[in-house]
C-alpha cells in the first residue's frame, strides 16, 4: 500500500515536498515514480527512480525542476517541487513497480497509491 502526502495550495514560484510512504518491507525491491493528472487531462509520467536511487528518469516538462528520492530505511519516496508553475497543478500519484522501465512506460503492472491534491494559483 502506498501514502501519499504534502499536496497543498501554494503560489507561482513556491514549492512543495510530496513523500510516498510504502507499507512494505521490501520496498527497496520496487522502483517508483510519480505521475499526475490535471483536470481534463490524462495521467501522465512526471519521474521515476530505481531500486537503490541511484537511477532517475524526469518528464521533459520537469526536468531540472523537480527531484525525485527515496530512502529505503523508511520506505519512502520524495518529490521535491521548487519553482512551480499553474501549469503544474494536477492530482500527483505515486507509484511502484518491480522494474524501472514499467514505471516509465505507465505499465499496467503498477501499483498505485492514492493522490494528493497539487494547487498552484498564478
Known amino acids: 500500500q502506498l501514502q501519499a502526502s504534502g499536496g497543498g495550495l501554494v503560489q507561482a514560484g513556491g514549492s512543495l515536498r510530496l513523500s510516498c510512504a510504502a507499507s512494505?518491507?521490501?520496498?527497496?525491491?520496487?522502483?517508483s515514480g510519480w505521475f499526475r493528472q490535471a483536470p481534463g487531462k490524462e495521467r501522465e509520467f512526471v519521474a521515476a527512480?530505481?531500486?537503490?536511487?541511484?537511477?532517475?528518469y524526469y518528464a521533459d516538462s520537469v526536468k531540472g525542476r523537480f527531484t525525485i528520492s527515496r530512502d529505503n530505511a523508511k520506505n519512502t519516496v520524495y518529490l521535491q517541487m521548487p519553482s512551480l508553475k499553474p501549469d503544474d497543478t494536477a492530482v500527483y500519484y505515486c507509484?511502484?513497480?518491480?522494474?524501472?522501465?514499467?514505471?516509465?512506460?505507465?505499465?499496467?503492472?503498477?501499483?498505485w497509491g492514492q493522490g494528493t491534491q497539487v494547487t498552484v494559483s498564478s
Open positions: 527512480i530505481g531500486y537503490s536511487g541511484g537511477t532517475n
Open positions: 507509484a511502484a513497480a518491480t522494474t524501472l522501465r514499467a514505471i516509465i512506460v505507465g505499465s499496467s503492472n503498477i501499483y
Open positions: 512494505t518491507g521490501d520496498f527497496s525491491y520496487y522502483a
